[in-house]
């Protein structure tokens, strides 16, 4: 019986751990901080980037019995955040695949239809439906949040964007 001693070279641990420290340095480099919620902006249209904007003059500064907004980083017209640890919300987003699966589940808020994607121990994501712009709101699992928290952000996305053709009740 032979025995084999597989011991890696000290040349690919060296080349692993430099591979890990350069991971790890564009981690720590990517996060704010300032105390800001790390958020990735849309790059909407001018049309739809005219709808967000008016959305966010319209955000609440509180949401979930006293969540209030912090906050986004970048900052842009097109996100907001509120809370530690962060709902994000981001306006102007691409069509997610989700609001055309006929197997989503959807609700309707107040006259806004949201598309519904339950993400288990990452909390739940919710994007508007039939809008001219997409609003999409990620609220972490720590938040124990459900479709009412949607109620703080109806009115803002009826009064501000449009309803689109594909409204089944346009």
Do not use: Q
């Not at 955040?81 to 309707?108: F, K, M, Q, T, Y």
């Not at 972490?140 to 109620?151: F, K, N, Q, T």
């Amino acid at each position: 019986m032979t025995s084999s001693n597989h011991r890696p070279s000290n040349h690919r641990l060296r080349r692993t751990s430099a591979a890990a420290a350069i991971l790890l340095s564009a981690a720590v480099a990517c996060s704010p901080t300032d105390g800001s919620a790390a958020v990735t902006v849309p790059s909407p249209s001018a049309e739809v980037a005219g709808y967000c904007k008016a959305f966010h003059k319209e955000l609440p500064e509180k949401v979930i019995e006293d969540v209030e907004r912090r906050e986004a980083s970048p900052d842009s017209p097109y996100t907001a955040a509120w809370g530690d640890p962060a709902i994000v919300l981001r306006c102007g987003i691409d069509r997610p695949a989700e609001v055309g699966d006929p197997n989503s589940h959807g609700v309707e808020v107040n006259g806004v239809g949201w598309v519904v994607d339950d993400r288990g121990e990452d909390g739940l994501r919710f994007i508007t439906m039939y809008r001219e712009a997409y609003v999409e709101l990620v609220v972490p699992a720590s938040y124990h949040a459900d479709a009412g928290i949607l109620v703080e952000f109806a009115k803002p996305v009826a009064r501000t964007i449009p309803k689109s053709l594909d409204d089944p009740k346009f």
